[in-house]
């Protein structure tokens, strides 16, 4: 693949990624706040580890580099 199509691509994946991390936040299932994410809260501190978003975020972006490389 050149280096050009590369680009290309990489460009309209970010664009793609940009308004659906816009369009996420108006959504009752925003990105980062799925069900399954570990929220705990104590007295002077908080953990947060969106597990559910980095799977679903490593689904999508192997089903993107599989079709890529097709």
């Known amino acids: 693949m050149s280096t050009g199509r590369l ?3 990489l460009g309209i994946v970010l664009v793609v990624l940009g308004l ?3 369009i996420g936040e108006k ?3 925003r990105p980062g706040h799925l069900p399954g994410d570990i929220y705990l809260h104590g007295k002077n501190s ?3 580890f969106p597990v559910v978003t ?3 975020l490593s689904a999508v972006l192997s089903l ?3 079709l890529l490389r097709r």
């Open 64 to 66: 993107l580099f599989w």
């Open 20 to 22: 659906l991390l816009t």
């Open 7 to 9: 680009l290309i691509t």
């Open 27 to 29: 959504s009752p299932l």
């Open 54 to 56: 980095c799977l679903l």
């Open 46 to 48: 908080s953990f947060y």
